[in-house]
């Protein structure tokens, strides 16, 4: 009987693997198409656009991956409330305008009903009621209140039901309602607290008895305070009411401020840049690192408000144009927590950069290996990448050589635990029962794939995972030469990168149809030969030879993998191809991005502006916002762009997405220490500015039109 070989789709044969969580749920299906999140930091909480988190559904009030309120819907005389208009004020405070439908002695349309909400230090609600009756009318306002306790991951899969386990301690006096958890040394609690005491509290239920004059209004504030915790970012202080209306002190307002601002004569480039520039900011972690206090981005809404390896060290690259805050903040915080041992269970190895941390029940208790998990084959790599970046933009030295360690440290995880069989790749294979099968960026079970729609075995040596390692070996070799000191090291770097380039464009390079680099080698060192958007990659790290440059950009700009809004991740020709499938075809925009990057590189400038408008054109539909994926049907034939059914959104890296395009457009680099211009504006864009570009220590202004474009330092 054969022997099952390991697969992404099966990375552990045989192993006592948990039962499956179940699909994850399309988001937000329950919620409707008008659902909408504040968010601030780690917390967030999901609503339809009534403001209702009804039971049973996706949303709620979610706090350091648990979910604190699992249910708060709004009634009045046992009916609920009709949706004017409901909008984000902004992505920690929203507003919601509703009447009551046709009820019982209350004809519609007879209340007007506010709900102001925003989440900072804990989560607020002001409720107001006003009354358009021409006589005295008596309503009953009731809150149904729950809270599961659910760990994020069950929230997107399957929750467990924990009632047993949930004490609740209500006020008599229905000032207060108290949810509390506690189990296998995890606890949890939910404190809901009133302004105006309820009348009745009935089980879960808070229920107000208001008489309300012709015009009168009635008002309620609620509040459920959070626990301090990882990432909480310094909240806007003051009553719910200065917070919506901007007149209380907002710490947002002074980080957005000390951003690089963006102009242009096209309004939507400078829209989408504005509205990734404050997506950024809803997007932000705030964390104490050796008593320095330090900001980096979450990966993204809802799922990923954490601290990941690949996302995180992404964004930050693709951001250092607006500011090294970021940066410095990821590298900070990731190095802190950079692998010291082996441990199976969470794949750490020594010198590793994590992937994922979680600070909910599941993680706490050892159910799931992520406090944190270390399963990526790529983030220690793209930490080295961003420290030569940070430096490229800072000349930060003493930040280099704080973290001089912990570089060596990585470069040593690439050489010994890296590369697993000694054939100078970086490969991947799981230890873990409940690790990722995929540990490059294309992390789903079937990301990887042969053209024939065969899975791969694993171990598997991703092409991207060795463009990446060249050029970190490149860029260390920079920084060995410099602030570290190190001549021998760099010498020795150099030869290994140079070694690299040869044995990968030996092994990697497939000459039939057209010629293109194969997605991976599978376990066998067979490649794996798909046509992907990993070429693009390869653009950007600079492993593909001038001479291969033309075929890899034929390819990337071919109609079966530019679908019109960016190149697709696979593309057409191969069989699993799925315009819906996460790897399999959709359109990421932070893929493309790197795309953009490398084909402006190379000199290929017209085919990255024709990406980098495609995707502006597509945030076009998006309110400006680019979401994490987008299908991948052809532009031709389907008009507008249509997202991936459970995209994140806002999502880290398809962020900061826009601010790499316009990098990679006005063709901005730190060289020796200055800044450098060399323009290529698409003439849809005409002029672009940008003020407060910071860099070296210094605020510096840029202006591009056409193929001209000048930088000075700011006068302010």
């Known amino acids: 009987m054969a022997v099952a070989r390991p697969t992404p789709a099966n990375p552990l044969p045989g192993a006592l693997v948990p039962?499956?969580?179940?699909?994850?749920?399309?988001?937000?299906?329950?919620?409707?198409?008008?659902?909408?999140?504040v968010l601030n930091g780690p917390t967030f909480i999901y609503a339809d656009p009534c403001g209702d988190v009804p039971p049973g559904s996706i949303g709620g009030l979610v706090h350091l991956d648990t979910r604190l309120l699992s249910t708060w819907v709004l009634s009045v005389n046992g009916g609920r409330l009709l949706d004017l208009r409901s909008d984000l004020i902004d992505h920690y405070s929203a507003q919601y305008m509703l009447t009551n439908p046709d009820l019982p002695g209350l004809p519609p349309n007879s209340l007007g009903i506010r709900r102001l909400r925003d989440v900072g230090d804990g989560f607020r609600e002001r409720l107001t009621v006003v009354s358009?009756?021409?006589?005295?009318?008596?309503?009953?306002?009731?809150?149904?209140?729950?809270?599961?306790?659910?760990?994020?991951?069950?929230?997107?899969?399957?929750?467990?039901?924990?009632?047993?386990?949930?004490?609740?301690?209500?006020a008599p006096d229905g000032s207060e309602l108290c949810f509390s958890y506690e189990r296998d040394g995890f606890a949890a609690q939910t404190r809901v607290r009133c302004s105006h005491p309820a009348d009745q509290v009935e089980g879960d239920e808070l229920v107000w008895v208001?008489?309300?004059?012709?015009?009168?209004?009635?008002?309620?504030?609620?509040?459920?305070?959070?626990?301090?915790?990882?990432?909480?970012?310094?909240?806007?202080?003051?009553?719910?009411?200065?917070?919506?209306?901007?007149?209380?002190?907002?710490?947002?307002?002074?980080?957005?401020?000390?951003?690089?601002?963006?102009?242009?004569?096209?309004?939507?480039?400078?829209?989408?840049?504005?509205?990734?520039?404050?997506?950024?900011?809803?997007?932000?972690?705030?964390?104490?690192?050796?008593?320095?206090?330090?900001?980096?981005?979450?990966?993204?809404?809802?799922?990923?408000?954490?601290?990941?390896?690949?996302?995180?060290?992404?964004?930050?690259?693709?951001?250092?144009?607006?500011?090294?805050?970021?940066?410095?903040?990821?590298?900070?915080?990731?190095?802190?927590?950079?692998?010291?041992?082996?441990?199976?269970?969470?794949?750490?190895?020594?010198?590793?950069?994590?992937?994922?941390?979680?600070?909910?029940?599941?993680?706490?208790?050892?159910?799931?290996?992520?406090?944190?998990?270390?399963?990526?084959a790529d983030a220690t790599q793209l930490w080295l990448i961003l420290l030569s970046e940070y430096w490229r933009w800072t000349r930060d030295d003493d930040t280099v050589r704080l973290l001089k360690d912990n570089a060596l440290a990585a470069l040593r995880w690439i050489d010994e635990y890296g590369d697993r069989d000694g054939d100078g790749y970086v490969e991947y294979a799981t230890h873990s029962p409940e690790g990722l099968g995929n540990q490059c960026w294309r992390d789903s079970p079937d990301g990887v794939c042969f053209a024939d729609g065969r899975i791969p075995e694993l171990p598997i040596a991703t092409s991207d995972l060795q463009g990446y390692v060249y050029d970190a070996k490149l860029r260390l070799a920079e920084l060995a030469d410099g602030p570290l000191a190190e001549r021998a090291l760099a010498e020795r770097l150099r030869g290994e990168a140079a070694a690299l380039y040869d044995r990968f464009n030996r092994d990697f390079w497939i000459a039939e149809r057209g010629g293109f680099y194969a997605v991976g080698l599978d376990g066998n060192k067979n490649p794996i030969d798909a046509k992907t958007s990993n070429m693009g990659h390869l653009l950007w790290s600079g492993i593909v030879p001038g001479d291969r440059a033309?075929?890899?950009?034929?390819q990337l700009m071919s109609d079966d993998m530019f679908s019109g809004w960016g190149i697709r991740t696979l593309s057409r020709e191969e069989r699993l191809y799925n315009a819906l499938g996460y790897h399999l075809g959709t359109v990421w925009p932070h893929d493309n991005s790197l795309a953009v990057l490398g084909l402006a590189r190379y000199g290929y400038r017209e085919e990255a502006n024709r990406v980098s408008l495609a995707l502006l054109k597509a945030a076009e539909?998006?309110?400006?916002?680019?979401?994490?994926?987008?299908?991948?049907?052809?532009?031709?034939?389907?008009?507008?762009?249509?997202?991936?059914?459970?995209?994140?959104?806002?999502?880290?890296?398809?962020?900061?997405?826009?601010?790499?395009?316009?990098?990679?457009?006005?063709?901005?680099?730190?060289?020796?220490?200055r800044l450098v211009l060399d323009p290529n504006i698409p003439p849809e864009l005409g002029r672009i500015t940008a003020e407060r570009v910071r860099a070296f220590g210094k605020i510096w202004d840029l202006e591009a039109v056409g193929r001209a474009g000048h930088v000075r330092l700011a006068p302010h």
Request: aromatic residues 6%; neutral net charge.
């Open 19 to 37: 039962a499956a969580e179940g699909d994850q749920r399309a988001m937000p299906p329950e919620l409707g198409p008008n659902s909408m999140a």
């Open 132 to 170: 358009f009756r021409p006589d005295p009318v008596r309503v009953e306002l009731r809150l149904s209140v729950g809270a599961d306790f659910a760990d994020l991951f069950e929230v997107k899969s399957g929750v467990r039901d924990r009632s047993a386990h949930i004490a609740r301690d209500h």
């Open 210 to 376: 208001v008489t309300l004059r012709p015009q009168q209004q009635w008002e309620l504030d609620l509040h459920v305070p959070l626990p301090p915790g990882m990432g909480v970012v310094e909240p806007v202080r003051g009553d719910v009411g200065d917070v919506i209306h901007r007149r209380a002190d907002d710490p947002l307002r002074r980080w957005v401020e000390s951003r690089a601002v963006l102009r242009s004569d096209n309004d939507a480039l400078e829209r989408t840049v504005r509205k990734s520039r404050d997506d950024l900011a809803a997007l932000r972690l705030d964390l104490e690192v050796k008593g320095q206090r330090i900001m980096l981005p979450g990966a993204g809404l809802p799922w990923f408000l954490t601290v990941f390896g690949r996302d995180t060290l992404i964004t930050a690259y693709q951001t250092l144009v607006g500011g090294p805050m970021l940066a410095k903040g990821a590298l900070l915080a990731l190095a802190r927590l950079q692998g010291t041992r082996c441990d199976e269970f969470t794949d750490e190895e020594p010198g590793k950069i994590l992937h994922e941390v979680r600070s909910g029940e599941l993680t706490r208790t050892g159910q799931k290996p992520y406090g944190p998990y270390y399963g990526t």
């Open 550 to 554: 033309d075929a890899v950009v034929r």
């Open 621 to 673: 539909h998006f309110d400006h916002r680019l979401p994490e994926a987008i299908a991948g049907f052809p532009r031709s034939r389907v008009l507008f762009p249509v997202p991936y059914p459970t995209a994140c959104s806002p999502q880290a890296w398809a962020t900061g997405t826009p601010l790499a395009l316009v990098r990679a457009m006005v063709g901005l680099e730190p060289v020796d220490g």
